[in-house]
């Protein structure tokens, strides 16, 4: 199958979306088992892929903006990088150590004891040739998994429901956040959005679908989402009234759920760790809710964002940073603790990394290849992959030359951990990389 099918745009994706329900803190599960027995064999000739409450799972954490990489996993002793950033660069005796030449921020300390109990690698220096610099379009890539020239119309999740998940409901994938991803794009359109997943939905006009009223340990900061309405809808906007951060957006209203269904399932959540009070916490406590209480999604999605530091960099990225580690630390030991680490992976990305040099606005710009971190009880902990050299003749106009093709990545992953063909889902073969 091509990647590049004749399927909806990202519009008519979107529009096509069905708002079925409200989800919070409170939801273990949304269909039951027998909704998720796959009905068809995989188009490369592989056995589907389980989609079972065993089944593993991958979760996908955007760092949106284009983390600055650098900053993130400090090259110590390169004194390239400290003449580049006088006043943002990170001090060799400040990095917490993963071997001789790099280190984490010193604000990534959660990631920095995942490390040390082996559950936890970084790949360096990843991107693609030819990077684009634009937000959009450089997003729209590494959604896609597309070369640089070319525009797909699929993601690579969506093509990887569409050989392993035929049969499965919508809700194989579930994002968190106001619109559908351009990854989960399939010729036969899956995904679930949760928006406001550590909100408080109450009852309000009926419109056409179910609602739910549930408790938030968060309601007081979010005590401005509250008494929103749930409506089912078909490509229309909200009613008057509701708002747009507290309903579910189905892409098939054929794989609605009743809101009995819903309130039966809530009734029976059990929560397990304990996470920062922070979006990014809310989210992935919400995630780990639904893994624990058997939710058949294959695979989930998550963003942070904040991270497009162009002017007074110092400040915000240090939080941003210290809001990751502690989320993504407090997300591990909860998986766990519930005995599902072994079986899910998470794997961050960002559409670009920052320029090596900092800029006059105590920020940094644009810039190309960056690190991504994996986590699970797979992985293979260590530093992966060639950082290379800082020096200005080795630079990409003055960006971090990518080293590994993020298309790698996802083949190690779609092979090693979805058990899926990634030829057939990234369109040609990329190289294996060990850290799985």
């Given at each position: 199958?091509?990647?590049?099918?004749?399927?909806?745009?990202?519009?008519?994706?979107?529009?096509?979306?069905?708002?079925?329900?409200?989800?919070?803190?409170?939801?273990?599960?949304?269909?039951?088992?027998?909704?998720?027995?796959?009905?068809?064999?995989?188009?490369?000739?592989?056995?589907?892929?389980?989609?079972?409450?065993?089944?593993?799972?991958?979760?996908?954490?955007?760092?949106?903006?284009?983390?600055?990489?650098?900053?993130?996993?400090?090259?110590?002793?390169?004194?390239?990088?400290?003449?580049?950033?006088?006043?943002?660069?990170?001090?060799?005796?400040?990095?917490?150590?993963?071997?001789?030449?790099?280190?984490?921020?010193?604000?990534?300390?959660?990631?920095?004891?995942?490390?040390?109990?082996?559950?936890?690698?970084?790949?360096?220096?990843?991107?693609?040739?030819?990077?684009?610099?634009?937000?959009?379009?450089?997003?729209?890539?590494?959604?896609?998994?597309?070369?640089?020239?070319?525009?797909?119309?699929?993601?690579?999740?969506?093509?990887?429901?569409?050989?392993?998940?035929?049969?499965?409901?919508?809700?194989?994938?579930?994002?968190?956040?106001?619109?559908?991803?351009?990854?989960?794009?399939?010729?036969?359109?899956?995904?679930?959005?949760?928006?406001?997943?550590?909100?408080?939905?109450?009852?309000?006009?009926?419109?056409?679908?179910?609602?739910?009223?549930?408790?938030?340990?968060?309601?007081?900061?979010?005590?401005?989402?509250?008494?929103?309405?749930?409506?089912?809808?078909?490509?229309?906007?909200?009613?008057?009234?509701?708002?747009?951060?507290?309903?579910?957006?189905?892409?098939?209203?054929?794989?609605?759920?009743?809101?009995?269904?819903?309130?039966?399932?809530?009734a029976k959540a059990k929560g397990q760790g304990s996470y920062p009070a922070t979006r990014l916490g809310r989210e992935l406590a919400f995630v780990a809710r639904l893994i624990a209480g058997g939710m058949t999604t294959r695979v989930y999605y998550v963003s942070q964002g904040g991270y497009d530091t162009h002017t007074n960099q110092k400040g915000a990225h240090e939080r941003l940073l210290q809001e990751l580690g502690d989320a993504l630390k407090a997300f591990a030991e909860d998986l766990k603790a519930q005995g599902n680490l072994d079986r899910v992976l998470l794997m961050t990305f960002s559409?670009?990394?920052?320029?090596?040099?900092?800029?006059?606005?105590?920020?940094?710009?644009?810039?190309?290849?960056?690190?991504?971190?994996?986590?699970?009880?797979?992985?293979?902990?260590?530093?992966?992959?060639?950082?290379?050299?800082?020096?200005?003749?080795?630079?990409?106009?003055?960006?971090?030359?990518?080293?590994?093709?993020?298309?790698?990545?996802?083949?190690?992953?779609?092979?090693?951990?979805?058990?899926?063909?990634?030829?057939?889902?990234?369109?040609?073969?990329?190289?294996?990389?060990?850290?799985?």
């Amino acid at each position: 199958m091509k990647p590049n099918l004749p399927i909806l745009t990202r519009r008519q994706f979107l529009r096509r979306g069905a708002i079925v329900g409200a989800l919070t803190w409170t939801i273990p599960a949304f269909l039951d088992r027998t909704m998720a027995i796959l009905q068809a064999a995989t188009l490369d000739g592989r056995p589907p892929a389980v989609a079972g409450r065993d089944a593993k799972v991958l979760v996908l954490l955007q760092l949106a903006g284009g983390n600055d990489g650098l900053n993130t996993l400090v090259p110590i002793g390169d004194d390239d990088y400290h003449r580049a950033r006088p006043s943002l660069g990170v001090p060799d005796g400040s990095a917490l150590r993963l071997g001789e030449r790099a280190g984490f921020h010193p604000n990534l300390g959660g990631l920095k004891s995942l490390y040390d109990e082996g559950r936890l690698g970084v790949v360096q220096a990843v991107g693609y040739p030819n990077p684009n610099r634009s937000h959009f379009r450089s997003t729209d890539i590494w959604q896609t998994a597309s070369d640089a020239n070319q525009s797909w119309t699929t993601g690579w999740v969506g093509r990887f429901f569409d050989h392993c998940c035929a049969g499965a409901p919508a809700s194989v994938g579930l994002g968190l956040g106001g619109q559908m991803p351009l990854v989960f794009a399939a010729k036969s359109p899956k995904g679930v959005i949760v928006e406001n997943a550590g909100g408080n939905p109450k009852k309000g006009s009926p419109g056409d679908g179910p609602e739910v009223a549930m408790d938030d340990p968060f309601a007081a900061e979010e005590s401005e989402r509250q008494g929103a309405t749930v409506e089912a809808l078909a490509g229309r906007a909200p009613a008057e009234g509701v708002s747009a951060l507290d309903f579910v957006r189905r892409t098939e209203l054929d794989a609605q759920v009743s809101r009995d269904q819903i309130a039966d399932i809530a009734a029976k959540a059990k929560g397990q760790g304990s996470y920062p009070a922070t979006r990014l916490g809310r989210e992935l406590a919400f995630v780990a809710r639904l893994i624990a209480g058997g939710m058949t999604t294959r695979v989930y999605y998550v963003s942070q964002g904040g991270y497009d530091t162009h002017t007074n960099q110092k400040g915000a990225h240090e939080r941003l940073l210290q809001e990751l580690g502690d989320a993504l630390k407090a997300f591990a030991e909860d998986l766990k603790a519930q005995g599902n680490l072994d079986r899910v992976l998470l794997m961050t990305f960002s559409e670009f990394g920052r320029r090596v040099k900092e800029n006059g606005s105590g920020g940094t710009d644009h810039g190309a290849g960056a690190p991504l971190f994996l986590i699970g009880g797979g992985v293979k902990a260590g530093v992966h992959g060639e950082m290379p050299s800082l020096a200005s003749e080795h630079l990409d106009r003055g960006d971090v030359a990518f080293r590994t093709d993020f298309r790698s990545v996802y083949a190690t992953v779609l092979e090693k951990h979805l058990g899926a063909s990634s030829a057939a889902v990234l369109g040609r073969d990329f190289p294996l990389l060990g850290f799985l």
